[in-house]
Structures are given as structure tokens and as C-alpha cells.
């Protein structure tokens, strides 16, 4: 199956911070997808993007499919930020990855 | 309009009883998925259904067994629960390999 990884694993920010969560696969896939988990355990969609970049509100998110990596930005931080963000792709089915645990104080 | 709903949100149960949970989705995706997720939270694949066809089953005891009986629905049985069956139960659906969305979880507690 595909392998797929993200890093950092833990993060703790700052309200108000900047920070990047990446996600290497280790093959072609047909879709790559963010999802945060908040602390309630909701899984919710953040971005459909398997090639380029897209934004919404704070959050963006870039694919480069060629290099096999999807980055997240997410700018200004709130405390509702914080949960799990998981990484998933596509091939014959979907992998994910282990999730970068993202803890914003206030 | 809920898209993706599975019911009962929590289950305690004692060693050994048998549980359903249910999943309904009304995107009008042909595949639904079972996954599991852990207290460590790896969210691992169990079963996937396209059109009522099962199409990913992996290494799961054969106490779980999942049933569609249409492409809406996909309904997860477990026989003879176990403490390590305690987890996180997401149902998913998604149109072939398009974008995935998930149900709101099921979690089981097995005492």
C-alpha cells in the first residue's frame, strides 16, 4: 500500500501563530485530502485537493503531486484549531497518515 | 440534513454480547467504508462496499461482519465483543475515489 507521512507529529502554538503540517506519500495517488479532528472526535473535511492550492478563511493547503507532498498552512491560530489533522490519499483506496496532534493556547 | 449518519453514537456493552451499528448515507455515493479507530488514534480500514459489492476486507476476526443492503446503507455487526474491540467506529462514503466524508463516530466500550 501507499505509505503515507506527516510531521510534525505534535505541535503546541502560540494563539495567534503560524505553522505548516506536511504530508509525504510514497506513490501516485488520485486524491489527497485534509481532515481535522476536533477534540469532540468529529472527523470534518478541510480540503479535496489532489494537485495545486487552495484557501479557506486561515487555512490553505498546496499539493505537489510530482514531489509527492501536500503542506497546510494554517495562519493565526485559535484555540478551535486545535485536534488532530490527518492526511489522506487516494490509489486503490485511502491511506492515511498518523496525524499531527495540534494543540493551540491561548 | 445530516450526510453521512451511524447510530447509536455510544455503546457499553459486557465481553461476549453481540452489537450493530448502523450508517446511512444521502450523498448518493456508491462506496461506504468501516474504519476503526484506536485510542491511538490510527484510523485503520476494515470493510469497504461499492454498490452493495464488498470490495476491501481486510485483516479483521471474522466476529465483525459488515452488511449492505443497498447502496445507502452500511450496517457493522459484531459477534462475541472483546476488550481490544473497544474503539472508535467511523462509517465513510465517497464516490469511488472522489473526496471521503465521514459519519460522526460510534464509540464502542467494551467493560
Known amino acids: 500500500g501507499i505509505q503515507v507521512e506527516q510531521s510534525p507529529p505534535d505541535l503546541i502554538l502560540q494563539e495567534g501563530a503560524n505553522s505548516t503540517l506536511r504530508c509525504n506519500f510514497s506513490d501516485s495517488v488520485n486524491n489527497l485530502q485534509w481532515f481535522h479532528q476536533n477534540p469532540w472526535g468529529q472527523l470534518i473535511n478541510l480540503f479535496y485537493i489532489p494537485s495545486g492550492t487552495k484557501q479557506n478563511g486561515r487555512l490553505s493547503a498546496t499539493t505537489v503531486a510530482t514531489e509527492r507532498y501536500s503542506l497546510l498552512y494554517i495562519s493565526s491560530s485559535q484555540t478551535t484549531d486545535s485536534g488532530v489533522y490527518f492526511c489522506?490519499?487516494?490509489?486503490?483506496?485511502?491511506?492515511f497518515g498518523t496525524g499531527t496532534s495540534l494543540t493551540v493556547i491561548p | 440534513d445530516t450526510a453521512v449518519s451511524q447510530t447509536p453514537k455510544y455503546l457499553v456493552t459486557q465481553m461476549g454480547n453481540d452489537k450493530s451499528i448502523k450508517c446511512e448515507q444521502n450523498l448518493g455515493h456508491d462506496t461506504m467504508y468501516w474504519y476503526k479507530q484506536d485510542s491511538k488514534k490510527f484510523l485503520k480500514i476494515m470493510f469497504s462496499?461499492?454498490?452493495?459489492?464488498?470490495?476491501i476486507n481486510e485483516t479483521v476476526p471474522n466476529r465483525f461482519s459488515p452488511k449492505s443492503p443497498d447502496k445507502a446503507h452500511l450496517n457493522l455487526h459484531i459477534n462475541s465483543l472483546e476488550l481490544g474491540d473497544s474503539a472508535v467506529y467511523f462509517c465513510a462514503s465517497s464516490q469511488l475515489a472522489g473526496e471521503l466524508f465521514f459519519g460522526e463516530g460510534s464509540r464502542l466500550t467494551v467493560l
Open positions: 462496499y461499492n454498490n452493495k459489492e464488498l470490495i
Open positions: 489522506a490519499v487516494n490509489g486503490n483506496q485511502f491511506y
